[in-house]
């Protein structure tokens, strides 16, 4: 694998926090087996600290479970409830990195994800958009990265079956993530 230090001139060593404005956390699970529900999360924070050496760098981010929106209230209400998120009992959702391999501009992030009170190893991989200054002189990096959990290893397990057979939601979730980061002076 080839060291994104070796292959980015701009990498840059330091603590960086989220760009709200620039960034997203989203997430797709199968719906009557034939199409997809999509969901965001509108309040998420992520802080991540470059170290020298790329695989020594560390994330941590946390969502606010009561921001979930997927454009449908009375679904978004029902996410928040024991059925799904518990968000009462469980404010939180959490992922602190364990790991980081790089191999140009791909990486993959392992790492512990909490939710509903349950932590579990999670596989990040992604790509490194890369880092410019804009025009108000603050540096920014940006990535896109995902990961595929099954919502049961959560206790994520509600569900209704079909007439026709199955069940309304699938087991698989995809979460994925667009972020940008701006470097602390």
């Given at each position: 694998?080839?060291?994104?230090?070796?292959?980015?001139?701009?990498?840059?060593?330091?603590?960086?926090?989220?760009?709200?404005?620039?960034?997203?956390?989203?997430?797709?699970?199968?719906?009557?087996?034939?199409?997809?529900?999509?969901?965001?999360?509108?309040?998420?924070?992520?802080?991540?600290?470059?170290?020298?050496?790329?695989?020594?760098?560390?994330?941590?981010?946390?969502?606010?479970?009561?921001?979930?929106?997927?454009?449908?209230?009375?679904?978004?209400?029902?996410?928040?409830?024991?059925?799904?998120?518990?968000?009462?009992?469980?404010?939180?959702?959490?992922?602190?990195?364990?790991?980081?391999?790089?191999?140009?501009?791909?990486?993959?992030?392992?790492?512990?994800?909490?939710?509903?009170?349950?932590?579990?190893?999670?596989?990040?991989?992604?790509?490194f958009g890369g880092i410019v200054t804009d025009d108000y002189g603050q540096t920014k990096a940006g990535a896109?990265?995902?990961?595929?959990?099954?919502?049961?290893?959560f206790g994520v397990s509600w569900n209704a079956a079909l007439e026709a057979g199955g069940f309304t939601l699938?087991?698989?979730?995809?979460?994925?993530?667009?972020?940008?980061?701006?470097?602390?002076?």
């Amino acid at each position: 694998m080839t060291n994104l230090i070796d292959t980015r001139p701009d990498y840059r060593v330091g603590t960086w926090k989220l760009d709200p404005n620039h960034s997203e956390v989203s997430f797709t699970v199968k719906h009557l087996k034939i199409s997809k529900v999509r969901g965001t999360f509108e309040t998420f924070d992520v802080t991540v600290v470059t170290a020298e050496d790329p695989k020594d760098s560390t994330i941590e981010a946390t969502i606010d479970v009561a921001s979930v929106n997927t454009n449908q209230k009375d679904r978004d209400a029902h996410l928040r409830t024991s059925d799904f998120f518990l968000a009462d009992e469980h404010p939180t959702i959490t992922f602190t990195s364990t790991g980081i391999d790089t191999d140009d501009n791909d990486f993959t992030i392992k790492g512990n994800l909490t939710m509903r009170g349950v932590t579990l190893p999670v596989t990040l991989k992604g790509e490194f958009g890369g880092i410019v200054t804009d025009d108000y002189g603050q540096t920014k990096a940006g990535a896109t990265a995902s990961t595929t959990i099954n919502r049961h290893d959560f206790g994520v397990s509600w569900n209704a079956a079909l007439e026709a057979g199955g069940f309304t939601l699938g087991d698989d979730v995809k979460i994925t993530l667009d972020l940008q980061v701006v470097l602390q002076k």
